[in-house]
């Protein structure tokens, strides 16, 4: 599926119209690494990508942060180990570091997603906690607002 889709046709990195991106420094990055209480789980770069038309990334050496991609809507697809598995509205993707890895946005209906790379002492942890409830490291975990609504009157009282 994604070879077909990305050998003939233009690949994007970033540069969405709309998107939102923030790299931090690599002298916040050391701050965050020298005290103690961000030591544990800090985010390296954050962002939004909507409708991100032509999304493509490859990674032959993995990423030296962890990746955590929450799709919005539309569609993409993420392939390790040569098995590719797709990504709907509503799921996660979990990218351990330093692990080979090709993603991309649907060709006929883009994904919009919410993305973050974070490192840490705690990172481990955190990247299997979210992979428990993943299937090919891919999660669900949908906003609902109907539900956010019914919990916040339940717990208001």
Request: charged share 25%.
């Amino acid at each position: 599926m994604p070879d077909k889709i990305y050998k003939e046709s233009i690949k994007k990195k970033d540069g969405f119209k709309g998107q939102k991106a923030i790299v931090l420094p690599k002298q916040v990055i050391n701050v965050c690494q020298a005290q103690k209480l961000l030591s544990n789980l800090y985010i390296t770069d954050i962002g939004f990508y909507p409708r991100a038309e032509y999304h493509y990334r490859e990674r032959e050496q993995g990423c030296n942060q962890n990746i955590l991609i929450y799709c919005t809507s539309g569609m993409g697809w993420f392939t390790l180990d040569g098995k590719t598995v797709p990504i709907k509205e509503g799921e996660y993707l979990v990218i351990p570091k330093n692990l080979k890895h090709r993603y991309g946005a649907d060709e006929k209906l883009p994904w919009s997603i919410y993305w973050a790379h974070f490192n840490g002492a705690a990172a481990q942890s955190f990247v299997e906690l979210l992979l428990k409830n993943c299937t090919d490291h891919v999660g669900y975990a949908a906003y609902n607002e109907k539900e956010q609504y019914c919990l916040m009157i339940f717990t208001k009282h």
